[in-house]
């Protein structure tokens, strides 16, 4: 059996069935991205290990489960390492080919690593605004601040995946319910709602008198799901209870109390936090003489670090990005004037193993074709006279 499963893995015809469902995969992401949108697609097709497909006219949707990227890049992995074991044995004359084996291997192996710990915010800075997170422009999260005297608040955040009708959170004097939860929905004044609008309303808060209307999912690149939430919040002492409206549209939190402590609440987007900090000193944005074309932008920003006590001025251009404790900042954009930047925030810790097997399959090409060319040219000399 060990035997049967070993030849199976290490199998041609194994390698050519995952390549032809590898175009597949990609066949049906790229029709599923009309109504999915590029980042879903990327998540639910090559990040997962299972791609639900959903099929189906009108309203007959049904979810059929497919082999993921993970899935498949994995089982491409074991292949090409099966085989090695089974059919290649090293000598000089297959050192070329072993070198595009070990890239193409390297290659599969860094997307997986960047699947599972790459991630990609962004940072936005006011000229003179010093930061220190950054935000994912497509994961919210459910904020619960705890204020206390001394001027410091506690934090409790409740990422997206837990949003969920009915989902209950407990904290000290109350329980946090989410009665409803809109991925993403229009929120309008109470006269502008239609027959469409949800029948549930706030009954605290400053979202009294707004309805809301859910919409489908984003799938534009410029523009964000609109996540939309009512929250209950029941107190332990019997006190009555009180329902706010909450979503990422609507800037700030919102207060209560419970058992004279003070508290707050919001939907944001999610952050991710830096142990330094980030101040834009000034903002440059040129453009070509006469026009409105931009030439070229760039921030000038002071990069403050309490713990090892760093405190140097940087710049930050197009092709030009900062790097810094396992993160990188590109010039993304600008906003309020040119007043603000906006810079795209990536952690990647595999971020060099795509050069690094480039590389060696580049080195190994031309090791076989340069060992193909000896050959050819030996081949072609005369034979010597005597």
């Known amino acids: 059996m060990i035997r049967t499963v070993g030849k199976f893995l290490s199998s041609l015809r194994l390698t050519v069935f995952l390549l032809g469902y590898s175009m597949v995969l990609i066949f049906i992401a790229t029709v599923s991205q009309v109504h999915l949108g590029i980042h879903e697609v990327v998540e639910q097709f090559f990040r997962s290990w299972i791609a639900w497909w959903d099929v189906g006219p009108g309203d007959l949707v049904f979810s059929i489960p497919l082999p993921g990227g993970m899935m498949l890049g994995s089982l491409l992995i074991v292949n090409l390492l099966a085989a090695h074991g089974a059919r290649f044995r090293w000598n000089k004359g297959k050192a070329g080919m072993m070198l595009i084996h070990s890239g193409i291997l390297l290659m599969l192996i860094s997307e997986i690593a960047t699947g599972l710990l790459g991630k990609e915010a962004q940072m936005t800075v006011n000229e003179g605004q010093i930061m220190n997170y950054s935000t994912f422009p497509r994961e919210v999260e459910l904020v619960v601040i705890e204020s206390a005297g001394d001027g410091m608040d506690t934090v409790h955040a409740i990422p997206q995946s837990r949003l969920k009708d009915g989902a209950e959170f407990p904290f000290p004097g109350f329980m946090l319910r989410i009665d409803k939860h809109f991925e993403n929905a229009d929120i309008v004044a109470e006269e502008e709602a239609g027959a469409d609008a949800d ?14 209307r859910r919409k489908p999912r984003e799938t534009a690149m410029d523009r964000r799901d609109l996540a939309t939430g009512f929250v209950s919040i029941m107190p332990d002492g019997g006190e009555a209870l009180r329902r706010l409206l909450l979503s990422n549209a609507m800037p700030g939190t919102q207060a209560f109390t419970v058992a004279g402590k003070s508290w707050k609440v919001a939907i944001r987007q999610a952050r991710l936090y830096h142990p330094f900090s980030i ?80 590389a060696m399959v580049s080195a190994g090409l031309l090791w076989v074709f340069s060992s193909h060319l000896r050959k050819a040219i030996s081949r072609r000399k005369p034979n010597a006279v005597p």
Request: glycine share 6%.
């Open 279 to 358: 101040k834009l000193l000034d903002f440059s944005h040129d453009r070509y003489l006469g026009t409105n074309v931009p030439k070229n932008f760039s921030s000038k920003i002071r990069l403050l670090n309490p713990e090892s006590g760093e405190d140097r001025e940087d710049l930050i251009y197009m092709n030009h990005p900062l790097r810094y404790q396992g993160f990188t900042f590109y010039q993304a954009g600008f906003a309020n004037n040119d007043t603000t930047t906006i810079f795209q925030v990536v952690k990647n810790p595999a971020w060099t193993l795509p050069y690094i097997s480039c």
């Open 199 to 212: 029948p549930m309303r706030a009954t605290d808060g400053s979202a009294v008198g707004l309805a809301v």
